[in-house]
């Protein structure tokens, strides 16, 4: 059984840090998507960062401050925040693709096959 468990979130002043971590079991590592995703109150979820073969890639809003990372040896994928603005406030979600599978759409959800339950960030003025 997969599972993404997420960890990290809380709250901070504008211009602070988080580093928000996503562990994952139960999944095998290959030619596979990874993303963070985020949803903030009346707003669709969207995605914010993603890694596939080594790549990453960035929302432009969160280029130069986001920085998404994975340690395959301990099957966890981070997520470093820094200059964080309120308008970063969201619930935040870790999602895997399908195991061997390419991802063409990183930014597309259907893409993701896995998700984790979510962990609050929330960023004050």
């Known amino acids: 059984q997969v599972q993404l468990v997420e960890s990290g979130g809380g709250s901070v002043q504008a211009g602070g840090s988080l580093r928000l971590s996503c562990a994952v079991s139960g999944y095998t590592y290959g030619s596979h998507c990874m993303g963070w995703f985020r949803q903030a109150p009346g707003k669709e979820r969207e995605g914010v960062a993603a890694?596939?073969?080594?790549?990453?890639y960035y929302r432009d809003s969160v280029k130069g401050r986001f920085t998404i990372s994975q340690d395959n040896a301990k099957q966890t994928v981070y997520l470093q925040m820094d200059s964080l603005k309120p308008e970063d406030t969201a619930v935040y979600y870790c999602?895997?693709?399908?195991?061997?599978?390419?991802?063409?759409?990183?930014?597309?959800?259907?893409?993701?096959?896995?998700w984790g339950q979510g962990t609050q960030v929330t960023v004050s003025s």
């Open positions: 999602a895997a693709g399908r195991s061997a599978s390419y991802c063409f759409t990183l930014w597309d959800e259907n893409e993701y096959k896995y």
């Open positions: 890694t596939q073969d080594g790549r990453l």
